[in-house]
T-cell receptor, first 114, second 112 residues
Framework: EAQVTQNPRYLITVTGKKLTVTCSQN?????MSWYRQDPGLGLRQIYY???????DKGDVPEGYKVSRKEKRNFPLILESPSPNQTSLYFC?????????????FGPGTRLTVL | AQSVTQPDIHITVSEGASLELRCNYS??????LFWYVQSPGQGLQLLLK??????LVQGIKGFEAEFKRSQSSFNLRKPSVHWSDAAEYFC??????????FGTGTRLQVFP
């Protein structure tokens, strides 16, 4: 089944404790992206990747890191999480970035930073 | 700056009633337009999309949307809402740049 998977689905952590949220897609997509969803703000892009080893900042990159060493994986790293990073996070992928391509979303990761 | 506006934060309708969710975008050229739905606890699923051609597009689950260039709008409609349609709906626009821009979402509540 074609899908985007994220792990973990739920995570509660404390301020400053490094964490990684994994994202993997099995559709051989070139483009991958991370979003955060907050009430009243919709989805905002954190980072995106056009292809392996090509990443760039989205609208809200502060406090996050990403890497794209393999085509299928695009982990999101929070080196020193803070309470303002408490949010619902989505990973998405599409065949390539052409503006018109549908993005496929993972199920989300709900992160709470105490 | 490119932006997407969904003016209705929360809409409540009765089951069987018609529905229209509003979406406006700001940009001179015609963008690629999408509607996504997010059911509780789920990721986003594409309902429909518009690139060019017929301005009335049909999607899944009985939804349709109409692109109106003069109003910079892409409103989502459904003639008869079902209780299972209760969800959050996001309008999004894509350009030949590197990201998809989302609206803030409209939460739909359906009463029996």
């Amino acid at each position: 089944e074609a899908q985007v998977t994220q792990n973990p689905r739920y995570l509660i952590t404390v301020t400053g404790k490094k964490l990684t949220v994994t994202c993997s897609q099995n559709m051989n997509h070139e483009y991958m992206s991370w979003y955060r969803q907050d009430p009243g703000l919709g989805l905002r892009q954190i980072y995106y990747s056009m292809n392996v080893e090509v990443t760039d900042k989205g609208d809200v990159p502060e406090g996050y890191k990403v890497s794209r060493k393999e085509k299928r994986n695009f982990p999101l790293i929070l080196e020193s999480p803070s309470p303002n990073q408490t949010s619902l996070y989505f990973c998405a992928s599409s065949l390539r970035w052409e503006g018109r391509n549908e993005q496929f979303f993972g199920p989300g990761t709900r992160l709470t930073v105490l | 700056a490119q932006s997407v506006t969904q003016p209705d934060i929360h809409i409540t309708v009765s089951e069987g009633a018609s529905l229209e969710l509003r979406c406006n975008y700001s940009y001179g050229a015609t963008p690629y337009l999408f509607w996504y739905v997010q059911s509780p606890g789920q990721g986003l699923q594409l309902l429909l999309k518009y690139f060019s051609g017929d301005t009335l597009v049909q999607g899944i689950k009985g939804f349709e949307a109409e692109f109106k260039r003069s109003q910079s709008s892409f409103n989502l409609r459904k003639p008869s809402v079902h209780w299972s349609d209760a969800a959050e709906y996001f309008c999004a626009v894509g350009y030949n740049t590197d990201k998809l821009i989302f609206g803030t979402g409209t939460r739909l509540q359906v009463f029996p």
